[in-house]
């Protein structure tokens, strides 16, 4: 069986290299051997190599600078995935696909399950939205997983920011009025993968009976507050943390560009019945994260 992976660098990509070599022969791309401002670099890549499944975890994913740059933001994470789902539809395809808990406003006051109506805040939300939604159109037999608070002890996200900030400062002080699910990459790559038959007729069938949008993200919810202060505590000693105390902070406290849901966190009951996985607590996650 043949993958084709795009975005191997992120996050999530990285990982998922490592975890879909186990299911077939992977062909991994990052910028800028494809760049999602030009659909075409992927289309012919696809037409090259004839791939059984496409997995992308490619995405635009600075929330503050995409208020600046809107039509960048839409063309990587809306315009250029629904052109690789039409070449996926007209291929007979089956695609793998990454969203956010962002497209939620965080007003509902409990986790969101699938069938909650989306109504996002900011553009890299509407952006993702849109992709949701032109992959849908598109026909093709797909695989969305909506995600939250990706981190990984490689590089980027807020994990990363943490240890920074911790190696700076004595005092940190962390918004309690964002709740969402941290989420390992690696447990994420795990579980969107692990379940996939390897072999190319079987996956075609697998993906027609379980198309669908899926929530996926570590157990349980939490402030980034409390994340912090968990981060903190299971980080490596050698690390030389300066930070003493943190403190709880409000959003308004620290005005950004793009507004941020309250509480996004995901639901994924839906996910662990279809697919008789089990989701990990994200603190368990999290513990493993650091001895790797
Ligand atoms: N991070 C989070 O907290 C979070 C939360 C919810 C959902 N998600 C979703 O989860 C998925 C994976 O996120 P992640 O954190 O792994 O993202 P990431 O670390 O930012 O990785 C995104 C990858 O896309 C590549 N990329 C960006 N622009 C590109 C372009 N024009 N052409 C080709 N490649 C390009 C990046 O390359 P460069 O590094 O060279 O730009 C990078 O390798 C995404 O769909 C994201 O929307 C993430």
Request: proline share 6%.
């Amino acid at each position: 069986m043949k993958i084709l992976l795009l975005g191997k660098k992120g996050q999530l990509g990285w990982e998922a290299q490592r975890e879909l070599f186990c299911l077939g022969e992977v062909f991994a791309f990052d910028f800028p051997e494809i760049d999602f401002l030009k659909p075409n670099t992927i289309i012919d890549l696809v037409d090259e190599i004839q791939p059984d499944l496409i997995y992308n975890a490619v995405a635009y994913t600075a929330v503050d600078k995409a208020e600046s740059e809107p039509e960048i933001a839409r063309k990587i994470n809306a315009e250029t995935p629904g052109a690789i789902a039409v070449v996926c539809k007209n291929k007979d395809i089956p695609l793998i696909h990454i969203s956010t808990d962002y497209i939620f406003d965080g007003l509902l006051g409990k986790d969101y399950v699938e069938s909650n109506q989306p109504n996002p805040l900011n553009i890299y939300g509407s952006s993702k939205l849109e992709g949701e939604n032109n992959i849908i159109q598109s026909g093709c037999d797909y695989l969305i997983f909506r995600t939250s608070w990706v981190y990984s002890m490689r590089e980027g996200g807020f994990l990363q920011k943490v240890i920074q900030w911790a190696k700076n400062y004595e005092v940190l002080r962390i918004v309690d009025d964002q709740i969402g699910n941290p989420t390992w990459a690696r447990t994420l790559a795990i579980l969107s993968s692990r379940f996939l038959p390897s072999s190319p007729m079987l996956l075609k069938e697998f993906f027609h009976q379980h198309k669908g949008i899926y929530h996926l993200a570590g157990k349980g919810s939490v402030s980034r507050f409390e994340w912090t202060k968990f981060i903190l505590e299971n980080l490596p000693k050698d690390l030389h943390i300066k930070t003493r105390s943190v403190l709880p902070a409000k959003t308004k406290d620290f005005p950004t560009p793009a507004q941020r849901p309250f509480h996004s966190a995901l639901n994924c009951s839906k996910f662990e019945n279809e697919f008789s996985m089990r989701i990990p607590e994200w603190k368990q996650s999290l513990v493993l994260s650091m001895i790797n």
